[in-house]
Nanobody
Framework: QVQLVESGGGLVQFGGSLRLSCAAS????????MGWYRQTPGKQRELVAS???????NYADSVKGRFTVSRDNALNTVYLEMNSLKPEDTAVYSC????????????WGQGTQVTVSS
């Protein structure tokens, strides 16, 4: 079993920055892809950013140039650096980790609230 623990959410002003972290822990496992989704009430969950084991990344168009996803494979941790935040970035951000050993599964963090005030 793998547990994901997130940190770093909070309240920030328009144009500000936040850094989210998500650390995976548990018994023996191997993580391939990691990333972040966000969701606001009444809207579909949106994939914000993802990063594979080879460090290739993918971003939603709405965050390109403002958000940066990175990972520390030794720590099994994924980060989301968010800059130039806008009120429309307000959401609950959840990290995920896809394991491919000893079994294929997607694990989720508990979610962290990010609120951007105008």
């Amino acid at each position: 079993q793998v547990q994901l623990v997130e940190s770093g959410g909070g309240l920030v002003q328009f144009g500000g920055s936040l850094r989210l972290s998500c650390a995976a822990s548990g018994s023996s496992f191997r993580i391939n892809a990691m990333g972040w989704y966000r969701q606001t009430p009444g809207k579909q969950r949106e994939l914000v950013a993802s990063i594979l084991g080879d460090a290739s990344t993918n971003y939603a168009d709405s965050v390109k140039g403002r958000f940066t996803v990175s990972r520390d494979n030794a720590l099994n941790t994924v980060y989301l650096e968010m800059n130039s935040l806008k009120p429309e970035d307000t959401a609950v951000y959840s990290c995920y980790a896809d394991s491919d050993w000893p079994r294929t599964n997607r694990y989720w963090g508990q979610g962290t609230q990010v609120t951007v005030s105008s």
